[in-house]
Structure formats: structure tokens, C-alpha cells
């Protein structure tokens, strides 16, 4: 089995991102605030995407060593962060806009709900 450390940084990283950008969401758009806290999910969803490409598929196949279906929702990330960055810098608001929203609800909602299915590690310290 993978480390443990890897995979309780992985799930801190998840949650804390989780927790700011549900905050992010709530809150006003564009302030001094928004722009450092900004920073800080981008970092903390790179930390979270990085993290998952050391961690095999425990369900599924696997391809490429270790690799499953769940691991294409961190390539959506690696790719996004920076993209959504660059749009918000040459002022394209909109694309920053879906850009986070695709974030959001692929990265952390679809793959925090797949985290609790049947044979996943967090299934089994929840439900176990």
C-alpha cells in the first residue's frame, strides 16, 4: 500500500481547498482578498492534483503503472489552474469564471463524492 503520509497530505490538501473555495464562491469577486486567496487554492488544488498522480487506483483499471479513470479529473486540474490564471491576468473574466467553476465541481465535487464509493480507502475509514 502507498504511503499513508502521501495520501493524509493529499486528503488535507483536498479538504482545505475544498473549505476556501466554497469560501471563494460565497464571497465578493475581485477584491484585494479574493486575489490572495485565489492564489492560495490554485497552489493548494496543484499541491492536491500532484499529490494523486503518486497515488495507484485502488478501483478500475489501470493504466500506465498505476494510473484509473479518477486520475484524468488531476490532469483537468493541472491544466485548468494554470489556464484559469492566465485568463483572469488578461482580463478574460468569463474563462476565469467557468474555468474555476470546472474546478470546483470536477477536482472537488465528482472526485470528493467518487472518494466515498465501495473499495476507496475513505469509504472504508468512514463506513468501515
Given at each position: 500500500m502507498e504511503s499513508l503520509g502521501l495520501i493524509y497530505f493529499h486528503l488535507v490538501?483536498?479538504?482545505?481547498?475544498?473549505?476556501?473555495?466554497?469560501?471563494l464562491f460565497a464571497r465578493r469577486k475581485g477584491s484585494p482578498l479574493?486575489?490572495?486567496?485565489?492564489?492560495?487554492?490554485?497552489?493548494l488544488m496543484i499541491?492536491?492534483?500532484?499529490?494523486?498522480?503518486?497515488?495507484p487506483a485502488q478501483v478500475g483499471p489501470q493504466v500506465f503503472y498505476h494510473f484509473g479513470y479518477i486520475h484524468i479529473l488531476s490532469i483537468v486540474t493541472l491544466?485548468?489552474?494554470p489556464e484559469s490564471l492566465m485568463a483572469i491576468r488578461r482580463g478574460n473574466v468569463k474563462k476565469h469564471q467557468?474555468?474555476?467553476?470546472?474546478?470546483?465541481?470536477?477536482?472537488?465535487?465528482?472526485a470528493g463524492a467518487l472518494a466515498f464509493t465501495p473499495g476507496r480507502l475513505l469509504h472504508t475509514w468512514v463506513f468501515a
Open positions: 490538501t483536498a479538504v482545505l481547498s475544498f473549505l476556501l473555495g466554497t469560501y479574493h486575489k490572495r486567496l485565489g492564489k492560495i487554492y490554485m497552489l499541491a492536491t492534483a500532484i499529490s494523486t498522480l503518486f497515488i491544466y485548468t489552474v467557468q474555468g474555476m467553476v470546472i474546478l470546483y465541481v470536477l477536482a472537488l465535487l465528482v
